[in-house]
């Protein structure tokens, strides 16, 4: 399956990591919708040829705003992330966990926007982005930990939705949920693995993890 010609939404892509995605699907053909919360955060990002949209991943009502209007869609790729961490469990502080959580709200909100027309895609793709915290918490990243433990349950239940889909329309699986996990995120490592989710068919890849 190519890229080329996809639509593919990245959700909160003004970070190094989202630039590298986009740029990489950008030059594979794909139309690469960002969003950011600010026009001017989403500079680079149009002049390396991506539309941009001022939305706040987090919000469902400002996701599904834009679902209604962009048409079809191939990919949605929640981008929102960031670390905070350190001094044991005592060190776990409410303001860092209210600081992590949007990344696992830019997931709720993303899926459920997009949902409807990743299935009506041939190939329509939910991808995000964890790490491997979750599979050996510490002390001093508990709230981190638990906010991708979180998000890598929602998209599991994305998976498990896009799978019922499928059965109870009597047709072939064609919209997968992926999680990529990370030690140390590199941006060109997440890019790559963007890309390789069109090279496979979605049952080798709806709910699993993999390793960037």
Known sequence: MSIDGR???????TSASG?????????????????GRSNAGLAPLRELGAETVAADATSLAEMSALA???????GVIPLVGGWR???GLAGQTD???????PAFEAVRATSRAFEPLLRES???RFALVSSTAVARPLAGGANYAAVKAASEAWGRATAQGFAKAARDAGGPLRAASVIFRAKA???DSLASAVLGLWDRPADELNDRIHDI
């Open 68 to 74: 209604s209007s962009v048409g079809a869609v191939d």
């Open 85 to 87: 961490g350190g001094g």
């Open 7 to 13: 639509t593919i939404v990245l959700a909160g892509a």
């Open 19 to 35: 630039l590298a995605v986009a740029t990489a699907l950008v030059a594979a053909g794909a139309r690469v919708i960002a969003t």
């Open 122 to 124: 041939d190939a329509g």
């Open 95 to 101: 303001e860092d966990l209210h600081a992590l959580l």
């Open 185 to 187: 995120l590199d941006a």
